[in-house]
């Protein structure tokens, strides 16, 4: 049975929940519609995150991903909102989501948005060991 | 009927004021002439900010940066101008304009403004968690 | 006195006329107009001739290209009428032009026109010694 | 009024007809269906051609290329189609089609078509002219 | 019910059996045993050829490189064993397989094999169009 | 006699136990298989530590790689395991491990992992002179 | 008139004095002579500095570094004679300069120089608003 | 026992005779001694051949290389002599030996010696089909 | 006692005569006078040959090189002229210089110029042979 | 007479030992022996420092490279006895020598070694300003 799109992130517990580590996603392949003109918009993402008690499921992400298709959808808005869901999803202790949209108007955009962890939960030494990302 | 160059920058409210997040601008296409000679010198812009309560609207931005095409402009002045217009235009919270001039005399030319928002509406915290640009 | 920009192409006497070689230019910085909309439109030019008896003047090669900044012209029409003036002016062995005009629409265009010599003047070995430009 | 998509490829007539000139059109923006999945399908795709009497309009490449956004294209097809409603559109002296599509199964597939024109109409000579893409 | 590896290369009808035209596929994963030492080698492959009356099916091209993973295959005989199976498979009318296997001994080697059809069923016109592989 | 698959990481002392230097491997051969579907995966690792008392032997390192051959691992586990590997092993006073998954469901995954050692036996200073990696 | 090399650094005012920016020049034109072996040298100068009143002209500049064609000059003097050239001209409020060197003795060499304005003219926040130059 | 270094190449049968294909090595480790001044010389070499009977043994290939290690070398005639030695231990359809030498006086020098087997066994049609070097 | 400039280029007998093979020489260091201006003008020079009976001396080339220091010399004959004197020296078998000069006026340019001997002495088969160069 | 291989480090007095700089060394040539085997080893070096009263004069550092050729290494000492000879030569405020050693068992090594001088000769301020490398 073939898959659907899907806004419904799945998780499953981080194998290393005393650690703080990155997950980072490399996301080629995403396009939505321009709320204004609704013609096909295309960007690339890059999603990268410090697991809590949960991790992002590859395949839902997947998922996920498709699900923006055929929704309109402003470059910022919709690069915080992704980020949105995947804080709801899996309460991650730091989040950085990158949209790099193709060329409009002679211009490339590119947002980046970044959530950390606060509160109770968070352990204040974790972010000194958030690795910097490989370039 | 056709669009006309302006530098009036138009703008649109931050659908995410909460957070902290950077929109990125690659701008390949710029030209203006040199104040001296009269001859046309040419220019790769990028520009990033944080915003505030505002965004630049894209294809405003196209028209500022068409604006220039047949203005005498100095290197070091004109980045200064484009990142004064910008802060005046949505006062973001952190603001960068690189203009990387093409060859001339043997010699590029790399100017670069960096603005951060002072005062009673900044948030200190907000500097830590202003993204590092993807290289 | 400051230049000014000119369609009139400079020459000198080639000073190798009995070998075929080539001269190859590489032009970043070019403008000119869409004729439908009025807007600025950008692109890159390479240029390379086998020379006959004259060759192009580089300081007037670029007063020619800045001659085009105000003027309207489509992307496969200006790429063909820049070889037929090089070729009116210099009657090269052999030349080729190539317009890369940046992103519109999302797509990126590339304009390339090659032109040999005919008849009389011509020496048909010529030919098989023109130089594969070097990448 | 905001753009459709259309099967409908525009043409105009080719300003140099006498010459046998490359156009590239470079469209890094192109998402179908898989037919068996259901699932998104991306491609960057490269088309060149020597045109005859007629050249394609770039906007409506645009449109044309958003048209498969909801087809199942199989990847080998749907660049022999490409390429077929091309030569239909516009009877090309020669023309080149490649689709490189994203990695499935940890596999990347490149299909590239090429075509040449044909019969009484064709001239011979052409083909040597026909310049090698730029890389 | 998860795959299994197969040396069982599936096929589809070409789409386009009139017209010469290439299929490349990058393979970026494969790993098989030194005959020698038992000792892992790993390679990518990349596999391009110009289809007659069959395609190379992408799945069981995947579980195809999959079948090696436990074998022992010197370099020079494996890529040629994986061209003959090609082959043999789908009669290509011409064919092209690279394996770049990783440093050993401080050497690299790449090892390429080429086929071409012969006999009745060719087109001798079909290898002047068979088109060069995009670098 | 052939070499054998082994998890056990051999060591060797130090020969520059007072000062904070740092040794990087990079690994581009690693593939192991997916737990839930038994189909391989590939993956290239990126391991740098600081030394304390002892350094991992290189021959070791492949064995210990090679190991993971034929056996299930997630992504995220399994980074996680070799940095705890190497940490029992040696003690680093810093570790660093990066696995960069090829594509799967359009989407490419690096894990990495980081480890200081903490207690008695750590110089706090160290951390301070423990140098970037280079890009 | 032509022009004469020249060590007279020209200077202009710094047309946004109340902001720290960085000007970047690339000057891949330099050489100079071997003081020992008389034989000429050659390198890429790279100098990147934040104004504070004035800033350096840059026609000047190229006759600045004209006018090392015929001195001799040992890398690391010359790279620090350059820095001091600029501090002494247009006192900046920080000033890299960088000397690549071609290769000698199979080694090449790269000197790096950096000033920063210290005493009672200083802004102390300034130093931090400095930014990064673009890789 | 390690290895001693030996000019003596060993060979194996190849394992595809009937056909031409092409096993290419990538040498990056590589030095011998100026036959004037004593000093190493350093370069990378490339060698790819298409092979008759016999194909080069790897290991045999790196001992090989490695004799150089103490020997005067002049860079025009030591790229000819690996040719030669290969061309006797294998007689191969074809060969290309690639000397990438390391600077000296500011210049890189690169010696590329073809060969080609003639007379009786050499079979005409193999060179149209042996494959380009893929870059 | 240090070197000096000198148009004299040495020679040395080729070590191979009977092959047809490639020497190229990478000169990054090249610098002259403008004639016009006598402002210094860089470029870079790649000088490949096919050797007949003579070989250059490479410390030869490089005081060759140096000799064009003060010298006014306008790029298209400059090439032309290294191209003669190469010619005269050795006489090859084939001879191929570029000049990649730095950018005048947002312009670069590249001449190159090739030379085949011809007459007695040159063996028909050689030109067939003459292998391409590595890119 | 030929210079000969020698660990004895010469020196100069730094031209600027009032001001944090930093020299850095490209050494893309370097062999020794693999203690274990007695085969050959390559690595390539990169010396940056920061110099107090003395510089490393090049030929010599050229001469103390070679010094290794024949000697048995372990990466990992080797780099830290580089470091050492060059601390004890000229005590530099800063030192930083990287070791990339070739694959060896399908895995390439890289050590970095920092030195930072100590005690009452070294200005605390210093270290601030010493400059990253430049990539
Ligand atoms: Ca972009
Ligand atoms: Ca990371
Ligand atoms: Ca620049
Ligand atoms: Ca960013
Ligand atoms: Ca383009
Ligand atoms: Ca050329
Ligand atoms: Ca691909
Ligand atoms: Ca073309
Ligand atoms: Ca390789
Ligand atoms: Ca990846
Ligand atoms: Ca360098
Ligand atoms: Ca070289
Ligand atoms: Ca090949
Ligand atoms: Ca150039
Ligand atoms: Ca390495
Ligand atoms: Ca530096």
């Avoid at 697991?51 to 998922?63: G, I, R």
């Avoid at 909102?81 to 060329?103: H, N």
Wanted: aromatic fraction near 10%; glycine fraction near 6%.
């Amino acid at each position: 049975m073939p898959s659907q799109p899907s806004k419904d992130l799945q998780t499953f517990p981080n194998p290393a929940p005393d650690r703080d580590y990155e997950i980072a996603f490399d996301v080629p392949e995403f396009t939505c519609l321009c709320p204004l003109t609704g013609q096909p918009d295309f960007a690339k993402f890059k999603i990268r995150y410090v697991p809590d008690q949960l991790c992002v499921e590859l395949k839902s992400l997947k998922l996920y991903m498709w699900a923006y298709r055929n929704e309109g959808a402003f470059h910022e808005k919709v690069t915080n909102t992704i980020a949105d869901d995947i804080v709801r999803a899996i309460q991650p202790r730091k989040l950085t989501v990158e949209g790099d949209f193709f060329v409009r108007g002679g211009i490339g955009t590119l947002v980046t948005v970044t959530h950390e962890k606060k509160g109770k939960g968070a352990k204040p030494a974790a972010k000194k060991n958030a690795p910097a990302r490989r370039k």
